[in-house]
């Protein structure tokens, strides 16, 4: 009980109004980013993008399993092309195994 008594006698910081109204001003931005997002996602193109991004996701998956390392290159490449589109846009796209280390000769 003594150790509870001693955290109530601290006092709690009280928020400015200017922080409060940062907080807020935060919270509404997310709001809106995440309107914008869902307006976004509305459109045709913008859904037929992100389900390309995750065939491409599943071919270099199986090009991996097949140790098909120039496929698994050429599909990466495609998909840093999708990827800087759809960050200028605003889409947000995950990061995704994109391949490592020196890329095949293609002799």
């Known amino acids: 009980m003594a150790k509870k008594a001693a955290k109530s006698k ?3 910081k009280r928020r400015t ?31 037929r ?10 071919g270099m998956a199986e090009a991996l399993e097949e140790d098909n390392s120039p496929l698994r290159h050429a599909l990466a490449d495609a998909r840093r092309a999708i990827q800087g589109y ?17 890329r095949p000769s293609m002799d």
Do not use: C, N
């Not at 390309?52 to 996701?57: E, L, P, T, Y």
């Open 10 to 12: 601290e006092k709690q």
């Open 17 to 47: 109004a200017e922080e409060r109204i940062a907080e807020l001003e935060a919270q509404i931005r997310d709001v809106k980013d995440r309107a914008k997002l869902r307006e976004l996602k509305k459109s045709v193109s913008v859904r």
């Open 49 to 58: 993008t992100l389900s390309i991004v995750k065939a491409i996701d599943q």
């Open 86 to 102: 759809a960050e200028r846009s605003g889409v947000p796209i995950s990061k995704g195994k994109m391949p490592r280390g020196r």
